[in-house]
């Protein structure tokens, strides 16, 4: 029915037609908290790991601790696939996948590397998550025309990471904005 009365009115009025690329045309997409969740999954592997040698018995403190690392290291793999699927479906288009034609493939990698570090424990699939997650975050700034250099996070588990160079960005926007 509201279908209905929607058309008949658009049909009277001739409602101006919006599109927008998601839910909300934010425009805002950036690969750092697609990193921050493969570095947690790291984080978290290292942590797993290192209380399974600490610990001599499976006491409840054990128990309970060791599901929560279970937990985080699950939800922030999930987070990597949803970030990087939202970037890629929303953001990319056929431009950038004719430039990069190893977009497809990075991505369907990262899916299934988010999906194996969830299942597992197997620290090189976090670390190789990692890596392409940082390759996507390169391949998304390069579009962008934005420059990047690779550090060192500066918390722990301290991997290489792909970051932007924003230096002197500031800067430009303010003059742009006044």
């Known amino acids: 029915m509201m279908h209905k009365l929607f058309k008949y009115l658009d ?16 425009g805002i997409y950036d690969p750092r908290s697609a990193q921050m969740a493969a570095l947690t999954v790291v984080r978290m592997m ?23 690392y279970i937990a985080s290291k699950e939800e922030h793999a999930e987070m990597v696939k949803r970030e990087i699927r939202v970037i890629w479906g929303d953001f990319m ?21 988010g999906s194996q570090a969830r299942q597992g424990v197997d620290i090189a699939i976090a670390e190789t998550l990692l890596k392409k997650v940082n390759r ?7 579009i962008k025309g934005v420059k990047t250099h690779c550090v060192v996070s500066p918390y722990l588990p301290e991997r290489l990471v792909i970051m932007p160079i924003l230096d002197g960005m500031e800067k430009e926007h303010l003059k742009k904005a006044s």
């Open 136 to 142: 996507f975050a390169e391949i998304f700034w390069e």
């Open 93 to 113: 288009k056929k431009e950038h996948f004719d430039k990069y034609p190893e977009l497809h493939g990075l991505v369907h990698e990262i899916m299934q590397l």
């Open 46 to 68: 290292d942590l797993m790991k290192a209380l399974n040698e600490k610990s001599g018995t499976m006491d409840l403190a054990y128990v309970n601790t060791m599901s929560r």
């Open 11 to 26: 049909g009277k009025l001739g409602f101006e037609k919006a599109s927008a690329h998601c839910d909300i045309p934010c």
